[in-house]
T-cell receptor, first 113, second 114 residues
Framework: DGGITQSPKYLFRKEGQNVTLSCEQNLNHDAMYWYRQDPGQGLRLIYYSQIVNDFQKGDIAEGYSVSREKKESFPLTVTSAQKNPTAFYLC????????????FGSGTQLSVL | KQEVTQIPAALSVPEGENLVLNCSFTDSAIYNLQWFRQDPGKGLTSLLLIQSSQREQTSGRLNASLDKSSGRSTLYIAASQPGDSATYLCAVVLIKAAGNKLTFGGGTRVLVKP
């Protein structure tokens, strides 16, 4: 089936640890996005990429890093600099990043131990 | 800065009643507006996308209207069913935005009681 796969579904981070969230899509979409969702709130954009080997900061990029070495993959690293990482993280993609519909993965819940 | 507001934050209706969900935005220079559905602990599913030149979009029991001049969109769900229970989010894209940088509202949590 075509779609976006996020893993793991649940992730726990220890103090001072970096963790990486995986996002893979087989939709042949050019654009990919990472959003953070806090309880009862809307989504906030962390990073986005419109093409391989290129990405831009979103509204809340501090404490996060990304890479886009392959079209189908857009991993997000939550670094130790992110002091409040507990949230639900959602990855999305769209065909060309030109304001089409977004397709979302099923999310990763990150919690701090 | 674009702000998107959804009121009420939560809504409970008996099965069969029509649902009316509201979304307001402060900057009327939008490119499009999208409505999404989110089930607990899941990702978002796109329901309807309205281009700025359109007044409404329909899909089955769902109808979304757009009034740019007043900065409002309304999602109507006819003859609600328990399976419609979910959180509904709206999101807008500004005309000058690079890429698909949506600004989301906080969502309306809907419960349809059997």
């Amino acid at each position: 089936d075509g779609g976006i796969t996020q893993s793991p579904k649940y992730l726990f981070r220890k103090e001072g640890q970096n963790v990486t969230l995986s996002c893979e899509q087989n939709l042949n979409h050019d654009a990919m996005y990472w959003y953070r969702q806090d309880p009862g709130q809307g989504l906030r954009l962390i990073y986005y990429s419109q093409i391989v080997n290129d990405f831009q900061k979103g509204d809340i990029a501090e404490g996060y890093s990304v890479s886009r070495e392959k079209k189908e993959s857009f991993p997000l690293t939550v670094t130790s600099a992110q002091k409040n990482p507990t949230a639900f993280y959602l990855c999305a993609s769209s065909p060309q990043g030109g304001n089409e519909k977004l397709f979302f993965g099923s999310g990763t819940q990150l919690s701090v131990l | 800065k674009q702000e998107v507001t959804q009121i009420p934050a939560a809504l409970s209706v008996p099965e069969g009643e029509n649902l009316v969900l509201n979304c307001s935005f402060t900057d009327s220079a939008i490119y499009n507006l999208q409505w999404f559905r989110q089930d607990p602990g899941k990702g978002l599913t796109s329901l309807l996308l309205i281009q700025s030149s359109q007044r409404e979009q329909t899909s089955g029991r769902l109808n979304a209207s757009l009034d740019k001049s007043s900065g409002r969109s309304t999602l109507y769900i006819a003859a609600s069913q328990p399976g419609d229970s979910a959180t509904y989010l709206c999101a807008v894209v500004l005309i000058k935005a690079a890429g698909n940088k949506l600004t989301f509202g906080g969502g309306t949590r809907v419960l349809v009681k059997p």
